[in-house]
């Protein structure tokens, strides 16, 4: 049978959980442009520990980060790691960004022995809710927001034993500032990565009830193969029964049979949910949001709410931002923001979740030209496209090749994209913002060109 094997030989004697951080000499190791780094580091400040930050990146690429922790008094050594840090370090907290296998700065933490945890970590061992633990390779972060949205919907209408509901983890959001206002009464659902489920065994910690949306080959480079990858994704199983129940999406075989070998838990409170059945009423399209939904509809059952209000609470749910995000109706025609989609396959994988007809807009960042099969594709399941940006040009001349029947328009804005779709849509279409590119010539981010077409919508209302 295959052994759970940790990312380093004698990564449990390395780490350990502190009492009190006051005066600790604490090393944060990978700051992230994302704000990964922060709120460990804001929250490590307030224990009382004197917190030094390292980064591989420089300062320019971490302005927004380092604009966070401006306030607080935390040393920063950016653009590489320097071994002199080590010197004095009580603690090392360890990014999950952090290649633990090919990282040198982190072997050397280890050789050194000095003891090192995660951020995902000091927060399970400290937090007092129930947790809803939820991983897998794809739909995570879609299926937290959803249950997090039902479960809070539920509360609303008195149908739900939890006094306050949760979200953060993998999602981009730690709970370590929030935990001095957690109860035991309230309920958390937590996105768990298999890079932070690597490190779970080390504090002998389980969710009280766990879902798992699907596996399948995926970050091999961190984890070496797709056995060990299975293996830190069923650390969420833990080492014993999972009180409140499991719930099992698609696996491919040789994951469900390793998931299957740990479980503990009575089969009856194990929920195989499948990627067929009847459709759920959902703001958000696609057949893995129905997936999705039917997870959350399983997990609620586990935890005995009715199906009433959890069916009324995925009626309203928007979806997550930037992803097939719901932004409203227009006369008959409803706006979806896919701003995350920055590569054309991304586009098609949105434009299959849709059954009607569909106005797309396209483009952003020049970077390669757009194949003759994506080009077919879109043409062939829009009604109108609409290309912008930097490479619209490049997308227009693609997608007017392989069909004449696809009108094709070219704007330089969102806003002026959005002006002409709402001329030529009827009512029944889809306004279908997908670019299938970078944002970097007009924007920040994926997020902030999201942004820019929910306020262009909002506008033309």
Not at 136 to 145: L, V
């Amino acid at each position: 049978m295959p052994q759970d094997t940790n990312s380093m030989k004698g990564q449990t004697d390395h780490m350990r959980t502190t009492a009190s951080f006051v005066g600790c000499e604490v090393l944060v190791v990978g700051l992230g442009r994302f704000q990964g780094g922060v709120s460990v580091s804001r929250w490590l400040a307030d224990q009382g520990a004197r917190v030094t930050v390292t980064d591989q990146a420089g300062a320019d690429t971490l302005q927004a980060s380092l604009a966070s922790l401006a306030d607080l008094d935390i040393k920063m050594q950016l653009g590489g790691h320097d071994t002199n840090l080590l010197a004095n370090t009580d603690l090392a907290i360890i990014n999950p960004a952090v290649n633990k296998r090919q990282s040198p700065f982190f072997q050397e933490i280890v050789r050194r022995g000095i003891p090192w945890t995660t951020e995902i970590n000091l927060f399970c061992e400290r937090c007092p809710a129930t947790v809803i633990g939820v991983t897998g390779t794809f739909g995570k972060s879609t299926t937290c927001a959803m249950l997090a949205h039902v479960l809070s919907h539920a509360h609303a209408a008195t149908q739900t034993p939890f006094t306050n509901v949760h979200l953060g983890g993998n999602i981009g959001r730690s709970l370590l500032p929030q935990l001095d206002k957690m109860q035991p009464s309230d309920v958390v659902v937590l996105e768990l990565s298999s890079a932070q489920l690597e490190d779970i065994p080390a504090i002998d910690w389980k969710p009280g009830l766990v879902i798992v949306t699907n596996i399948s080959a995926q970050h091999i480079d961190q984890h070496g193969t797709f056995e060990q990858y299975i293996l830190a994704k069923r650390h969420i199983l833990g080492s014993g029964n999972i009180a409140k129940g499991v719930v099992l999406g698609a696996m491919q075989g040789e994951a469900e049979k390793l998931f299957m070998q740990r479980l503990c838990t009575p089969y009856d409170r194990v929920m195989h949910i499948t990627n067929t059945g009847d459709a759920i009423e959902l703001r958000i399209p696609g057949a893995h949001n129905q997936a999705n939904a039917r997870q959350v509809l399983a997990a609620c059952h586990l935890l005995g709410i009715g199906e009433s209000p959890v069916r009324g609470g995925l009626a309203t749910f928007g979806g997550l931002p930037h992803r097939l995000e719901y932004v409203g109706t227009l006369d008959g025609v409803d706006y979806y923001n896919d701003s995350k989609s920055t590569a054309p396959v991304a586009t098609i994988s949105a434009i299959k979740s849709l059954s009607r007809p569909i106005v797309a807009i396209v483009g952003g960042k020049r970077n390669t030209q757009p194949s003759g099969e994506w080009a077919a594709e879109i043409a062939n399941r829009c009604r109108v496209v609409i290309c912008m940006g930097e490479s619209g040009g490049d997308f227009a001349q693609a997608i007017k090749q392989p069909s004449t029947s696809c009108t094709v328009h070219i704007c330089d804005t969102i806003a002026s994209a959005l002006s002409y779709a709402r001329k030529v849509t009827r009512a029944g279409d889809v306004v279908l913002f997908s670019p299938g590119a970078a944002s970097f010539d007009q924007f920040n981010n994926y997020e902030h060109r999201g942004e820019v077409f929910v306020e262009s919508y909002r506008a033309i209302r």
